[in-house]
Every structure is written in structure tokens, then in C-alpha cells.
């Protein structure tokens, strides 16, 4: 898995427990595809083996804590590239 889409995302929120009143479709598909860096993609440092329900976990936790972590996220890594 190297993508999930928000339909995806949709249905692992779901099971979760995400509240859509509270946060958008669009910033938890992103973190999920953000939090894929802790699966398969290198195995020294897999945690999840990209299962939807860890990765989406992982995703929601930072999300309970910043609401648009991962816009922010990609806001600073722009910002660094530019420097």
C-alpha cells in the first residue's frame, strides 16, 4: 500500500471513531498518506506494515491534538525547502 484514498480513509476513521463535525475528510486522508513513513516503505523502521487501522490511529492522534497538523506540516517542509 503506498496510497490510501478518502474513501479508505473514510471507512478506517469510521472504525476509529472520528468525529467528520470535528475533522475534515480531506486532513485525515492526508495524514494517513503522511504516517505511511511508518510502514513498509523501510523496513528498518515499519511499524504499522501499512495497515489502515494503525496508520489511521496514528493519524488521528496528531490530529486530536492540532486539528490541521498535517497542513501545517506540509507548510513547514515547503517553508524548509525553500531555505
Excluded: C
Excluded at 500500500?1 to 472504525?15: I, P, S, Y
Amino acid at each position: 500500500m503506498n496510497h490510501f484514498a478518502n474513501e479508505q480513509a473514510k471507512e478506517t476513521g469510521d472504525r476509529i471513531g472520528v468525529d467528520w463535525d470535528v475533522f475534515s475528510l480531506e486532513e485525515f486522508t492526508l495524514g494517513m498518506n503522511v504516517e505511511l513513513e511508518h510502514g513498509s516503505h523501510d523496513p528498518e523502521t515499519n511499524i504499522t506494515n501499512d495497515d489502515p487501522i494503525l496508520t489511521g490511529k496514528i493519524a488521528f492522534a496528531h490530529l486530536k491534538e492540532i486539528p490541521n497538523y498535517y497542513k501545517l506540516l506540509e507548510q513547514i517542509e515547503e517553508e524548509a525547502e525553500r531555505d
